[in-house]
T-cell receptor, first 122, second 109 residues
Framework: GAVVSQHPSWVICKSGTSVKIECRSL??????MFWYRQFPKQSLMLMAT?????????EQGVEKDKFLINHASLTLSTLTVTSAHPEDSSFYIC??????????????????FGPGTRLTVL | GQNIDQPTEMTATEGAIVQINCTYQ??????LFWYQQHAGEAPTFLSY??LDGLEEKGRFSSFLSRSKGYSYLLLKELQMKDSASYLC??????????WGAGTKLIIKP
C-alpha cells in the first residue's frame, strides 16, 4: 500500500534555531501533500496544503513566513520551522494523496500519513 | 459552520463489539473517512464511504447515511491492540478534510 515517510522522527532544538522536516511518498507520486500539527490530546490541525511546483496554501492563523513549505517534487515536501520557540513544540504530521475511487462513487483523494515528527523546542 | 461530533471516550471489553458514532454538518459532502490513531503515532486509514450503506472490511465495518449526516465505525472481536483514538473526517465541497476530535477507545480484558 501507499507508504509515506518522515524524517526526522523526533528532534530537540534550542529556541531560535530552524528545523527542517522532510515528507516523502515512497511508492507513489503524490498529487498533494498536507502538513498537520497536533498538540497533546487534541485533534489534527491542518497547517497548509502543498501542490508540487506551486506555492503552499496556508490555513488561517498559520504564519507562512514561520512555517516554510517547499514541494520540490511529486515525492518530496519539506516543512521548515524557522526561529522555533517552545510554543512550536508539537507533533508534526504530513500526509500525501493520490487518486482513490470509492464504491460506485466519485473519485477522491485518500490521505496517507507519515509517521510524524515530534518537535521539542527548549 | 462546519461540525463533526463523536464521543470523546468509550470503553469496551476484549472480544466484544463496539460502535463509534459520528455526526456531521458540513458545507457539501464528498465522502467520509475513518482513521485509527495510536497514542504518539500518526493516523492510519481505515475506511472511506461516499454512498449510503455498510462497507465491511474484516473486523471493521463503516456505515453511512448521508440524509442523516451520520456514520458509524463498528469494531468486532475487539483486541487489546484496538485501543486507540478513532477519527472521523468528512471531505467537504472544497475537498478539504474536516476532522472530528476523535474517540478514545479503551479496551479492557
Amino acid at each position: 500500500g501507499a507508504v509515506v515517510s518522515q524524517h526526522p522522527s523526533w528532534v530537540i532544538c534550542k529556541s531560535g534555531t530552524s528545523v527542517k522536516i522532510e515528507c516523502r511518498s515512497l511508492d507513489f507520486q503524490a498529487t498533494t501533500m498536507f502538513w498537520y500539527r497536533q498538540f497533546p490530546k487534541q485533534s489534527l490541525m491542518l497547517m497548509a496544503t502543498s501542490n508540487e511546483g506551486s506555492k503552499a496554501t496556508y490555513e488561517q492563523g498559520v504564519e507562512k513566513d514561520k512555517f516554510l513549505i517547499n514541494h520540490a517534487s511529486l515525492t518530496l515536501s519539506t516543512l521548515t520551522v524557522t526561529s522555533a520557540h517552545p510554543e512550536d513544540s508539537s507533533f508534526y504530521i504530513c500526509s500525501a494523496t493520490f487518486p482513490f475511487s470509492g464504491r460506485e462513487g466519485p473519485s477522491t483523494d485518500t490521505q496517507y500519513f507519515g509517521p510524524g515528527t515530534r518537535l521539542t523546542v527548549l | 459552520g462546519q461540525n463533526i461530533d463523536q464521543p470523546t471516550e468509550m470503553t469496551a471489553t476484549e472480544g466484544a463489539i463496539v460502535q463509534i458514532n459520528c455526526t456531521y454538518q458540513t458545507s457539501g459532502f464528498n465522502g467520509l473517512f475513518w482513521y485509527q490513531q495510536h497514542a504518539g503515532e500518526a493516523p492510519t486509514f481505515l475506511s472511506y464511504n461516499v454512498l449510503d450503506g455498510l462497507e465491511e472490511k474484516g473486523r471493521f465495518s463503516s456505515f453511512l447515511s448521508r440524509s442523516k449526516g451520520y456514520s458509524y465505525l463498528l469494531l468486532k472481536e475487539l483486541q487489546m491492540k484496538d485501543s486507540a483514538s478513532y477519527l472521523c473526517a468528512v471531505l467537504d465541497s472544497n475537498y478539504q478534510l474536516i476532522w472530528g476530535a476523535g474517540t478514545k477507545l479503551i479496551i479492557k480484558p
